[in-house]
């Protein structure tokens, strides 16, 4: 290019920071600050991301608290919550609230959002309740909010309380987000959802999975059934486990691709730990590189290991 102006180099920041390379954006935005344009506020949103998806916590409090002193930014509230994301995943929960106090204003609902994420990530149940019951005051008809209160309870043991939450959200009419995955071959887009039948090419790809799945037990893969909003018998569970839609979508993509060409999925929620449990598996069983952008980030899973090294 003529000219790397800023929004080229911010552009290539968030890119590094969205697949997990945190040390390798960061590597760009000091070479930025060296030798390329002024960073701009949201310059410093992919800065303070990056961070937060790789767990850079001291280059995330220093890039903060740069951007206040060095370059005379007034935060924004998308600053705030990749902090807050940041110091959460980190499980600095008491830095984190700190940090919500610090915030002018009525702290936005993404903020508790991200908090709530970082609960359930590291089992801090009372908080999480507590982030959750936040949350509810501010958007009490986003059935998002439930399914994670829900789980944290699940989590918990609370199976009353999860039944309570069920109830709520049906007599308030509100209805979980429907989760898919897409796959690109040949340059049509297949969709695929939990269970789903609808594929012509159904009872192939069902045989395709349930021998790949059989193949991931023999190599070691353990299925890990996180807490979910209904409740599942243990036989059911491992069922509803095996057909997310993810795993559909990539042994659709793995049936009709070449061998050694990468498989690249697109989900719409964010992956459970079962599914990127098992994809690990799949990379090294079919010896093929697997992409998986979900709600929140890349992960590139290759021989057993994401690039996102289990930290998301």
């Excluded at 509230?77 to 600095?92: N, S």
């Excluded at 990530?121 to 009372?126: P, R, S, Y």
Aim: hydrophobic share 40%; net charge neutral.
């Amino acid at each position: 290019m003529r000219e790397l102006n800023v929004i080229t180099w911010t552009a290539m920041i968030s890119g590094y920071g969205m697949h997990g390379y945190g040390i390798q954006a960061m590597e760009l935005f000091y070479q930025m600050k060296a030798q390329g344009p002024k960073p701009n506020d949201v310059t410093f949103v992919a800065v303070l991301s990056a961070c937060a998806h790789a767990g850079l916590v001291d280059e995330g409090r220093k890039a903060f608290d740069s951007m206040k002193k060095n370059y005379g930014f007034v935060p924004r509230m998308e600053h705030h919550v990749c902090m807050v994301d940041l110091l959460g995943k980190a499980g600095l929960f008491d830095e984190a609230l700190e940090h919500i106090q610090s915030v002018p204003g009525k702290p936005a609902p993404a903020i508790w959002t991200a908090l709530l994420g970082s609960c359930k990530m590291h089992k801090n149940f009372d908080l999480g309740v507590k982030v959750a019951e936040q949350l509810l005051g501010v958007e009490p008809d986003n059935p998002a909010h439930y399914v994670l209160l829900s789980n944290i309870y699940a989590s918990a043991g609370r199976m009353d309380r999860v039944e309570m939450v069920r109830e709520t959200m049906i007599n308030k009419g509100l209805k979980k987000q429907i989760g898919y995955s897409s796959v690109e071959i040949d340059h049509a887009t297949y969709t695929f959802f939990m269970g789903d039948k609808s594929h012509p090419e159904t009872t192939a790809i069902y045989q395709y999975l349930d021998e790949l799945m059989r193949k991931l037990k023999q190599a070691g893969y353990v299925p890990e059934q996180e807490p979910v909003m209904f409740a599942l018998e243990e036989e059911e569970g491992e069922f509803a486990l095996r057909y997310h839609s993810e795993k559909l979508a990539i042994a659709f993509g793995l049936m009709n691709s070449r061998d050694k060409t990468t498989v690249r999925i697109f989900k719409n929620l964010r992956m459970c730990i079962d599914c990127h449990s098992a994809i690990k598996f799949i990379s090294i069983v079919t010896d093929r590189e697997i992409i998986v952008r979900d709600k929140h980030r890349f992960h590139h899973f290759k021989q057993g290991v994401c690039s996102c090294g289990d930290y998301w």
